[in-house]
């Protein structure tokens, strides 16, 4: 599935928006699930599937917010990778 | 020389509760991890971090003894003990009020501005040099909560003999370290990421209210061997 013509506004509106990419949300959904050494093929297909589920949720959408993208990405992930959904979630919150 | 190799113990063990680092290196860990690194890379980058925190420590504690030295070659005077009494207490009350901050995850009372930087470099580490410099950095930005236990600790190795400052040195190092290299072992062995970091989070509380407990059992225990019993017996009370 190609890109979605959407800007994502970034978190705290310092930095400019920018177009929804595919690519980008799809890497880091993959990396959170590799991240709790879940299997290569089961990464790349959760990460598709999350991916799927967020485009379709931006169909009705102008613009999100980058808070917004990953609120959804999580709640998706939540549901095919519960341990991942928790790094992906509170990755930010570490430090 | 046993009770100041226990304060030195005790002081460390309050220096391992404090989690920067261990944050850091979860963190760390994710992203090499998450970004397909092999094992024996992962390893290195851990052991690297591990070690430039190791060294930081000896060489932060190394230098307050040093400086400390300078002025009481004589020996340790109650004021100094008072005033390390005061500092370990102070920050008892500051650290079970104030250590983490109130958001979900394991986000510290650090600088907002050093915390973004450390948060930021610790992602994009790749090297182990970096991973070594990163370690050195997390003591640094940790220093805040640090200072008192290495305070109390460098006024303990004065009085010991030199060839025993050197044992202290090292034990207040190793322990410091202990709850690091726990975690260190527990990536190296295969432990998932989310596991350690739901632990963390679930119990951070309790490792707040047993840092700021330990510092203020260290300091009322320190102000009544150092100063009240020290002031009775130069007074001729005892």
């Known amino acids: 599935m190609a890109d979605k013509a959407i800007n994502i506004i970034k978190r705290g509106g310092r930095r400019a928006s920018e177009p929804f990419q595919r690519q980008k949300l799809h890497a880091s959904v993959r990396a959170a699930c590799l991240s709790v050494r879940s299997p290569d093929g089961l990464a790349e297909s959760t990460a598709n599937k999350v991916c799927d589920a967020v485009i379709m949720w931006l169909e009705t959408k102008p613009e999100v917010t980058s808070a917004d993208l990953r609120r959804k990405a999580t709640e998706t992930l939540e549901s095919f990778h519960p341990e991942a959904a928790y790094l992906y979630k509170h990755h930010r919150l570490v430090i | 020389m046993i009770n100041s190799f226990a304060i030195i113990a005790f002081a460390a063990l309050i220096h391992a509760s404090f989690q920067l680092s261990v944050s850091m290196l979860t963190l760390m860990s994710g992203h090499a991890i998450g970004s397909k690194s092999s094992h024996a890379k992962l390893l290195r980058l851990t052991n690297a971090f ?76 790749k090297q182990s040099a970096e991973a ?67 632990w963390r989070e679930n119990n951070k509380r309790f490792l707040q209210f047993a840092a700021g407990s330990g510092l203020l059992i260290l300091g009322f225990y320190l102000y009544v061997d150092k100063v009240v019993a020290a002031s009775a017996l130069s007074g001729g009370v005892l």
């Not at chain 2, 500051?94 to 009372?109: K, M, Q």
């Not at chain 2, 930005?141 to 303990?156: D, H, Q, R, T, Y």
Request: hydrophobic content about 55%.
């Open chain 2, 50 to 125: 591990s070690l430039g925190v190791a060294i930081m420590t000896l060489l932060s504690l190394s230098f307050i003894a040093f400086t400390l030295q300078q002025y009481f070659s004589g020996g340790v005077p109650a004021v100094a003990w008072a005033s390390a009494c005061g500092l370990l207490i102070g920050l008892g009350v500051a650290v079970w009020v104030f250590y983490y901050r109130r958001d979900s995850g394991t986000t510290l009372w650090i600088p907002r501005g050093m915390a973004r930087y450390l948060s930021d470099r610790t992602k994009h580490t």
């Open chain 2, 132 to 198: 070594f410099g990163l370690g050195m950095s997390s003591v640094v930005g940790e220093l805040i909560f640090i200072f008192a236990p290495m305070a109390v600790s460098a006024l303990a190795l004065l009085q010991l003999d030199p060839g025993m400052q050197i044992v202290g040195i090292a034990l207040y190092t190793f322990i410091s370290l202990l709850s690091l290299l726990i975690v260190n072992a527990l990536i190296g062995s295969g432990h998932k990421l989310s596991h350690i970091q739901k």
